[in-house]
């Protein structure tokens, strides 16, 4: 019967293919290339004639599933063409010409591929431009008067109260806040047959130092699962039957006590490592794909830390790098990205997520212990997704550090100039107050909901199918019998109230 079905799809592939396939053409190599070109048609025709034809584990044959997800999850990143772009630009941009476009793309501020023989672009690319590149944001300035951030503005407020609290009171935990959410995934209508149980995986609040009185108010199922402590991705679990033309909706309330927590140090108060403990060893290692020493991070890393011992004051010279070269940017889903790390490095340019594995790889690379710390910014006025990191000092302990919010600037900075992703040169640092500048890189604010202290590692209970996110944990995951819904199938929510 195997043999009938193998000769079928022989016949299949090969008329689809217009030539005899070799065992060549389906070797993983091939394939990698085949996909690396931008044929992914030609690529999942290889990978379904490979399924069919070879002798497989069902780990290869998840693993080239897999591929062919990806694939259709670049397609969907990548899903604006030539002429759409143009008039994105436009928009931000009036006098645009299509050589500025070919200018922009040919060094990488405007990201394309192209696909199938189709040229395509990041769905958020042309916004991207007028963040990524200098003299780009000034044109889009001209047209766009700069006001200073509500959030930078809060920030500016919040530290400045925090540092009070803490030297007053000699505490790390300072200015406690009080805050409600409610977490909520509604799937859309049919995507679940009707009669079929629909799983659900929420994001929920680790149990750290920060948090106090933590109650669990209310939940749209009466049973769940609520992820053991130690999880590295805390969640809620849920599970409900698909209806015809309904919505699939899940929901839990919580309540909370979470104070701003700052490290009050100086450098020489961090103690040397013992480079021989388990915590040392673990996360000063290596993890790939995405925590890999290259050459260049080695070479990068080193030229910043050359004659610097101190682990802090290493760690402030890789997070001072970071601010000063790769601006905020709307980022690809990472479940498509081979090295995080270095695609910053390649394309100038990084979300919070990003630019926080590009710390941990290049502090653990210079022997400081680092690890990925991330789940929602709740500040009452930006609430989104955020990721940050946690660094390691013998005799301080974990320190939150945050390169993507940066060096915190002088409410009278914000007022009369338009900061690109906190910058303040050299010569500015030397009037500021340190522990306010460097504030996130030994204070965290408490407007953090922290659902995850390590990447990639499993949910529970466990997925059956592929993650939509397969890094980071944030806005929940869903999936049924037949697979996993892929973001766009269902949306997600967070509400806060300050109470």
């Known amino acids: 019967m195997r043999n009938i079905f193998i000769i079928i799809a022989m016949s299949i592939i090969v008329s689809g293919c217009g030539h005899s396939l070799s065992k060549a053409d389906l070797s993983d190599a091939n394939i990698a290339k085949v996909i690396k070109a931008g044929e992914f048609t030609q690529a999942e025709k290889l990978i379904k004639m490979k399924i069919a034809t070879e002798d497989l584990t069902p780990a290869q044959i998840w693993d080239l599933n897999f591929q062919m997800e990806v694939m259709d999850r670049i397609r969907q990143d990548f899903s604006r063409d030539d002429s759409t772009v143009f008039a994105q630009l436009q928009k931000y941009y009036p006098e645009v010409t299509r050589e500025d476009m070919a200018r922009w793309e040919e060094k990488k501020i405007l990201e394309g591929m192209t696909i199938d023989g189709e040229k395509r672009y990041f769905r958020n690319s042309a916004r991207n431009v007028f963040r990524i590149d200098e003299e780009a944001e000034a044109l889009y300035n001209q047209t766009h008067p700069y006001s200073p951030d509500p959030l930078d503005t809060f920030v500016d407020e919040s530290v400045t109260k925090v540092l009070k609290s803490a030297r007053k009171t000699g505490k790390a935990l300072v200015e406690p806040e009080n805050l409600k959410i409610r977490y909520s995934i509604s799937v859309k209508p049919d995507e679940v047959p009707a009669g079929e149980v629909v799983r659900v995986w929420m994001p929920y609040l680790q149990n750290e130092d920060i948090y106090k009185n933590v109650k669990l108010l209310a939940t749209s199922q009466p049973d769940y699962i609520i992820a053991p402590e130690g999880h590295a991705h805390r969640s809620i679990y849920m599970e409900k039957v698909a209806e015809a033309g309904k919505r699939t909706e899940f929901w839990y309330e919580m309540s909370y006590t979470v104070y701003h927590k700052f490290h009050d140090f100086e450098p020489e108060d961090v103690k040397p490592y013992d480079t021989e403990s388990e915590l040392y060893k673990k996360f000063t290692a290596e993890r790939a794909p995405h ?90 006025m930006e609430i989104n997704l955020h990721d940050w990191v946690r660094v390691y000092y013998e005799g ?36 500021l107050d340190s522990d306010y500048f460097y504030f996130y890189t030994h204070g965290m604010d408490a407007w953090r909901f922290i659902v995850n202290t390590d990447y990639s590692q499993p949910l529970y209970p466990a997925k059956t199918y592929p993650r939509s996110e397969t890094v980071d944990f944030q806005r929940g995951e869903v999936e049924w019998r037949g697979g996993n819904l892929y973001f766009g199938r269902w949306n997600y929510d967070m509400e806060l109230e300050v109470l």
């Open 291 to 380: 925590i890999v020493f290259s050459d260049r991070i080695k070479s990068i890393t080193d030229s910043l830390t050359k004659g610097v011992e101190n682990p802090y004051l290493k760690s402030v010279k890789i997070f001072d790098w970071i601010c000063d070269h790769f601006p905020w940017a709307s980022a690809r889903e990472y479940s498509t990205l081979e090295n995080i790390p270095e695609y910053v490095i390649d394309n100038d340019h990084g979300d919070c997520g990003q630019v926080g594995l590009l710390f941990i790889t290049m502090a653990r690379c210079a022997g400081i212990p680092a690890q990925w710390e991330s789940g929602w910014m709740l500040h009452p």
């Open 396 to 431: 301080i302990g974990w320190v939150g550090v945050d390169p993507s919010f940066g060096r915190v600037i002088l409410k009278e900075e914000l007022e009369h100039n338009a900061p690109r992703g906190r910058v303040i040169t050299s010569a500015d640092k030397s009037r």
